[in-house]
């Protein structure tokens, strides 16, 4: 139900967009994480349905930007200044409800039911 693309190699610095496509239906929270060789997922990003606010962390504040284009049920996720310890396997992922505000911040892999299938951002020093 979820189809990301966008990634590839770029040189630090450099910018890329992912995007994720969401068929059949609306989810109530769209999210990115990202998981490096050998780490963990790792939460990047979050919007709420109906909500214009997208909640980042730390390692990706005034860097990216989330978005949405509702009419094309598709999340974004705008990639700048890319630092080669950004190199990771970026997921899109959905959630049925809305999280709430107080834990859009610290929603995890357990928090989401769909996972799209990833895609590699690979960035070069």
């Known amino acids: 139900q979820l189809q990301a693309s966008g990634g590839g190699l770029v040189q630090a610095g450099g910018s890329l967009r992912l995007s994720c496509a969401a068929s059949?239906?609306?989810?109530?929270?769209m999210g990115w994480f990202r998981q490096a060789p050998g780490k963990e997922r790792e939460w990047v990003s979050a919007?709420?349905?109906?909500?214009?606010?997208?909640y980042y962390a730390d390692s990706a504040k005034a860097r990216f930007t989330m978005s949405r284009d509702t009419a094309k049920n598709t999340v974004y996720l705008q990639m700048n200044s890319l630092k080669p310890e950004d190199t990771a396997v970026y997921y899109c992922?959905?959630?049925?409800?809305?999280?709430?505000?107080?834990?859009?911040?610290?929603?995890?892999?357990?928090?989401?039911?769909?996972w799209g299938q990833g895609t590699l951002v690979t960035v070069s020093s």
């Open positions: 992922a959905a959630r049925n409800g809305r999280i709430i505000l107080s834990e859009m911040n610290r929603a995890g892999v357990y928090d989401y039911d769909y």
């Open positions: 919007m709420r349905s109906g909500d214009t606010r997208a």
């Open positions: 059949g239906r609306t989810f109530g929270t």
